[in-house]
Protein backbone atom coordinates (compact mmCIF):
# COMPACT_ATOMS: atom_id res chain seq x y z
CA UNK A 1 0.00 0.00 0.00
CA UNK A 2 1.20 3.62 -1.20
CA UNK A 3 0.41 6.85 0.84
CA UNK A 4 0.04 9.79 -1.79
CA UNK A 5 -1.60 13.19 -1.39
CA UNK A 6 -4.89 14.27 -2.74
CA UNK A 7 -5.72 17.59 -3.31
CA UNK A 8 -9.61 18.10 -1.96
CA UNK A 9 -10.69 18.50 -5.55
CA UNK A 10 -9.51 15.18 -6.54
CA UNK A 11 -10.34 13.45 -3.06
CA UNK A 12 -13.75 14.54 -4.13
CA UNK A 13 -13.89 13.20 -7.63
CA UNK A 14 -12.12 9.91 -6.56
CA UNK A 15 -15.12 9.41 -3.76
CA UNK A 16 -17.82 10.14 -6.51
CA UNK A 17 -16.65 7.63 -8.49
CA UNK A 18 -16.49 4.93 -6.05
CA UNK A 19 -12.59 4.86 -6.29
CA UNK A 20 -12.02 6.22 -2.79
CA UNK A 21 -13.66 4.87 -0.06
CA UNK A 22 -10.61 4.57 2.49
CA UNK A 23 -10.28 7.57 5.39
CA UNK A 24 -7.91 10.09 5.22
CA UNK A 25 -5.50 11.32 7.06
CA UNK A 26 -5.09 14.99 8.87
CA UNK A 27 -2.81 15.93 6.34
CA UNK A 28 -4.18 14.68 3.41
CA UNK A 29 -2.70 11.78 2.64
CA UNK A 30 -4.33 8.62 1.80
CA UNK A 31 -3.50 5.12 1.95
CA UNK A 32 -4.31 3.43 -1.46
CA UNK A 33 -4.30 0.12 -3.32
CA UNK A 34 -3.31 0.30 -7.10
CA UNK A 35 -6.54 0.62 -8.93
CA UNK A 36 -6.68 0.63 -12.53
CA UNK A 37 -8.28 4.09 -13.91
CA UNK A 38 -11.59 4.20 -15.57
CA UNK A 39 -11.33 4.11 -19.24
CA UNK A 40 -13.23 6.74 -19.84
CA UNK A 41 -14.26 10.00 -18.20
CA UNK A 42 -17.76 9.56 -16.77
CA UNK A 43 -20.24 12.95 -17.26
CA UNK A 44 -19.59 15.36 -13.75
CA UNK A 45 -23.60 15.51 -12.93
CA UNK A 46 -24.26 12.13 -12.94
CA UNK A 47 -24.85 9.99 -10.36
CA UNK A 48 -22.02 8.22 -8.54
CA UNK A 49 -21.79 4.26 -9.21
CA UNK A 50 -21.36 1.87 -11.67
CA UNK A 51 -23.52 3.26 -14.93
CA UNK A 52 -21.88 6.14 -16.45
CA UNK A 53 -22.32 8.01 -19.62
CA UNK A 54 -18.97 9.30 -21.52
CA UNK A 55 -18.38 12.86 -21.17
CA UNK A 56 -16.88 13.20 -24.16
CA UNK A 57 -19.15 10.31 -26.24
CA UNK A 58 -22.99 12.23 -25.69
CA UNK A 59 -24.88 13.11 -29.33
CA UNK A 60 -28.10 14.50 -27.21
CA UNK A 61 -29.52 11.86 -29.73
CA UNK A 62 -32.32 10.95 -27.03
CA UNK A 63 -32.98 7.57 -27.19
CA UNK A 64 -32.17 7.16 -23.32
CA UNK A 65 -34.14 9.33 -22.23
CA UNK A 66 -36.57 7.77 -23.99
CA UNK A 67 -35.94 4.30 -23.17
CA UNK A 68 -34.91 4.50 -19.26
CA UNK A 69 -36.67 7.66 -18.40
CA UNK A 70 -36.18 7.05 -14.23
CA UNK A 71 -32.58 6.51 -15.09
CA UNK A 72 -31.29 9.30 -17.86
CA UNK A 73 -31.76 12.47 -18.45
CA UNK A 74 -29.86 15.54 -19.56
CA UNK A 75 -27.49 18.11 -17.79
CA UNK A 76 -28.33 21.71 -17.61
CA UNK A 77 -25.97 22.87 -20.55
CA UNK A 78 -26.29 25.15 -23.23
CA UNK A 79 -25.52 21.77 -25.02
CA UNK A 80 -27.38 19.00 -23.07
CA UNK A 81 -25.72 15.85 -22.91
CA UNK A 82 -26.78 12.42 -21.03
CA UNK A 83 -26.61 11.95 -17.10
CA UNK A 84 -27.47 9.36 -15.21
CA UNK A 85 -29.78 10.59 -12.72
CA UNK A 86 -29.89 7.30 -9.95
CA UNK A 87 -28.16 4.07 -10.44
CA UNK A 88 -30.78 1.35 -10.95
CA UNK A 89 -30.92 -0.99 -7.86
CA UNK A 90 -34.50 -2.38 -8.61
CA UNK A 91 -35.28 -5.37 -11.16
CA UNK A 92 -37.20 -3.29 -13.55
CA UNK A 93 -34.73 -0.37 -13.10
CA UNK A 94 -32.04 -3.01 -14.40
CA UNK A 95 -33.93 -3.60 -17.29
CA UNK A 96 -34.53 -0.13 -18.48
CA UNK A 97 -30.43 -0.23 -17.57
CA UNK A 98 -29.67 -3.02 -19.97
CA UNK A 99 -32.55 -1.55 -22.65
CA UNK A 100 -29.83 1.41 -23.00
CA UNK A 101 -26.95 -0.92 -23.57
CA UNK A 102 -29.04 -2.67 -26.52
CA UNK A 103 -29.97 0.44 -27.97
CA UNK A 104 -27.03 2.36 -27.97
CA UNK A 105 -25.13 2.73 -31.20
CA UNK A 106 -21.62 4.89 -30.16
CA UNK A 107 -21.04 2.83 -26.82
CA UNK A 108 -21.51 6.03 -24.83
CA UNK A 109 -22.86 4.34 -21.76
CA UNK A 110 -20.68 2.21 -19.99
CA UNK A 111 -20.56 -0.12 -17.20
CA UNK A 112 -17.77 0.59 -14.69
CA UNK A 113 -18.47 -2.62 -12.24
CA UNK A 114 -17.06 -6.28 -11.73
CA UNK A 115 -20.21 -8.12 -11.75
CA UNK A 116 -19.92 -10.99 -13.81
CA UNK A 117 -23.81 -11.35 -14.82
CA UNK A 118 -24.11 -7.38 -15.77
CA UNK A 119 -21.08 -7.55 -17.66
CA UNK A 120 -22.26 -10.49 -19.48
CA UNK A 121 -25.75 -8.82 -20.18
CA UNK A 122 -24.31 -5.22 -21.08
CA UNK A 123 -21.77 -6.56 -23.05
CA UNK A 124 -18.08 -6.54 -22.82
CA UNK A 125 -16.89 -3.82 -25.33
CA UNK A 126 -19.10 -1.68 -23.05
CA UNK A 127 -17.27 -2.56 -19.19
CA UNK A 128 -14.23 -0.77 -17.90
CA UNK A 129 -13.01 -3.61 -16.63
CA UNK A 130 -13.57 -7.23 -18.38
CA UNK A 131 -13.86 -10.00 -16.23
CA UNK A 132 -13.56 -12.46 -18.82
CA UNK A 133 -12.71 -12.42 -23.07
CA UNK A 134 -15.48 -13.43 -24.99
CA UNK A 135 -13.83 -16.25 -26.74
CA UNK A 136 -13.23 -15.85 -30.41
CA UNK A 137 -15.71 -18.07 -32.39
CA UNK A 138 -14.75 -20.15 -35.44
CA UNK A 139 -17.24 -20.37 -38.30
CA UNK A 140 -16.88 -21.72 -41.86
CA UNK A 141 -17.29 -17.78 -42.49
CA UNK A 142 -14.62 -16.29 -40.67
CA UNK A 143 -11.20 -15.84 -43.27
CA UNK A 144 -8.58 -17.68 -42.74
CA UNK A 145 -5.68 -16.25 -40.85
CA UNK A 146 -3.37 -14.07 -42.81
CA UNK A 147 0.00 -14.47 -42.97
CA UNK A 148 2.40 -12.69 -40.69
CA UNK A 149 4.32 -9.41 -42.48
CA UNK A 150 7.51 -11.45 -41.92
CA UNK A 151 6.22 -14.36 -43.81
CA UNK A 152 5.00 -12.52 -46.26
CA UNK A 153 8.51 -10.67 -46.71
CA UNK A 154 10.16 -13.53 -47.08
CA UNK A 155 7.97 -15.22 -50.06
CA UNK A 156 8.27 -12.02 -51.71
CA UNK A 157 11.71 -11.85 -51.53
CA UNK A 158 12.16 -15.22 -52.55
CA UNK A 159 10.21 -14.76 -56.01
CA UNK A 160 12.00 -11.48 -56.49
CA UNK A 161 15.73 -13.02 -56.40
CA UNK A 162 13.82 -16.09 -58.86
CA UNK A 163 13.34 -13.47 -61.29
CA UNK A 164 16.09 -11.56 -60.69
Keep these: ?3 IWLSPLNRNRLRRFGVLSRPIDTDGRVALKMVQ ?5 PEPTSAPGDFYV ?12 VVA ?27 QAFAIFDSQELGCHRYAGTDPEIQKRVG ?7 LALPEREESMCSPAPTPSLKAHLT ?6 RRKG
Design 1 to 3: MKH
Design 37 to 41: PLLRV
Design 54 to 65: DSNCCTACGVPQ
Design 69 to 95: PDLVGWTAEKIPQCRWKKQPSAPAEFQ
Design 124 to 130: IENCDFP
Design 155 to 160: SWLKKS
